[in-house]
């Protein structure tokens, strides 16, 4: 371990990367009085190379991925219309969540389950009713729907730049454009390399979603890289594709699992049929492009789902995050304490991205946070994938 320099401008916290998580971070970071706060991005201020670009994102309160995801998101909720307000900008679209499926499917009946447990607002719909009031989807005899009258929509540009925004009004500083190319644990910090100089901080949050082990490259036995697709198919009736008349969506088949927004646009709706892309180990290595094969399923299956919809995606894109085996989250410090990191979101993350942007601000400030988990530490996910080879080597 080498000393800080003595003349060095020291930062009580540095966080690297403002996308999804780190612009959370920053904004709690910033307001916590006394702090000097600075936020290193190596692209502008909002941009689409970023895991939470795509005009829009799912909103869900019932977490159908576990119950202890569902406090969190309660807080989220409250977290996003305070930011909003703050900011001018209409952040979460209150147009509820609509999950469909088999009434046999596990993810509905988890979804029930949380909806239960929590005493959370909702409707239970059955085929006929499912019909009558959602006419958009195509719906099998055997077919329930569960409305989360607390989801929504999300517009994730519009929440980066505003939680950005609200920071840099209470005092932080951000540097734009600049890549960091290393950081070294200090006697006394963190000394940050980046490509416009040196940066000196008490303590450092990494949220750098799909770029994590280039900073970080000690948990790359935890963290991947994969690639999600978003897609865009144009309805012959846009009337009825209106956040008024259409939640936020899930739809389940046997076979199929798709997820959607109404129209945001005016013409298109986001619906995507979920495409498998294999994992790599670093952002350079991603998918960069969907083949005319590919793009051809999701427009029959998107209309499969939606018979409306011409069967044809108008617009499309690809977005990189990073991801865990369990996909559980990584909310941790390390190198006892001075650094902080968030990451393995696993294309799950953006709904409770002020929770867990709270979560490692206050990790890097004091220690603790009670949004963290004790399922989501370095630890935790090592003891996991420990257990996983263990079961899946041969005895002999």
């Not at 702090?35 to 290193?40: A, C």
């Not at 609509?98 to 239970?124: E, I, K």
């Not at 670093?282 to 083949?291: I, P």
């Amino acid at each position: 371990m080498t000393n800080m320099r003595e003349d060095a401008e020291m930062i009580d916290i540095v966080v690297i990367g403002l996308g999804t998580m780190g612009s959370m971070a920053l904004w709690q970071a910033a307001e916590a009085d006394g702090q000097s706060v600075l936020g290193i991005e190596q692209f502008g201020p909002v941009h689409a190379n970023g895991a939470y670009a795509g005009e829009s994102r799912l909103f869900r309160v019932a977490a159908k991925e576990g119950q202890l995801y569902t406090p969190a998101l309660l807080e989220a909720r409250r977290m996003w219309k305070a930011l909003g307000q703050a900011s001018g900008r209409e952040l979460l679209l209150e147009t509820g969540a609509l999950s469909v499926g088999p009434d046999d499917h596990p993810d509905l009946a988890a979804t029930l389950t949380a909806m239960q447990d929590f005493d959370l607002p909702h409707d239970r719909l059955d085929a006929e009713e499912l019909r009558s009031r959602f006419p958009q989807f195509a719906v099998e005899d055997n077919d329930i729907g569960v409305l989360d009258q607390l989801g929504g929509a999300l517009r994730p540009e519009a929440a980066v730049l505003a939680a950005t925004e609200r920071a840099v009004k209470l005092g932080a500083q951000v540097s734009y454009n600049t890549e960091v190319t290393g950081i070294d644990v200090v006697d006394g910090g963190v000394r940050i390399h980046t490509s416009r100089g040196e940066v000196h901080a008490k303590r450092v949050i990494i949220t750098a979603g799909p770029w994590t082990t280039r900073v970080l490259p000690e948990l790359r036995d935890l963290v991947t890289v994969s690639t999600y697709a978003l897609t865009w198919l144009m309805p012959r009736h846009i009337e009825m594709f209106t956040p008024d008349k259409l939640p936020g969506f899930m739809r389940d088949l046997g076979d199929l699992h798709a997820f959607g927004v109404p129209t945001l646009d005016g013409y298109s709706i986001k619906i995507c049929p979920h495409l498998v892309f294999d994992e790599v180990a670093d952002y350079a290595q991603r998918a960069s492009t969907l083949s005319r094969e590919q793009l051809r399923w999701v427009g029959a299956q998107a209309a499969r789902l939606m018979p409306d919809l011409v069967p044809e995606p108008v617009r499309w894109s690809l977005h990189a995050d990073s991801q865990t085996a369990s996909k559980m989250p990584i909310i941790d410090t390390v190198a006892d304490g001075l650094i902080t990191v968030a990451t393995g979101m696993s294309g799950n993350g953006f709904k409770f991205a002020p929770v867990y942007g709270r979560a490692v601000a206050e990790l890097a400030m004091h220690g603790a946070s009670e949004w963290r988990h004790p399922l989501f530490t370095v630890a935790a996910h090592r003891e996991r994938l420990g257990a996983a080879s263990a079961t899946s080597t041969p005895t002999g």
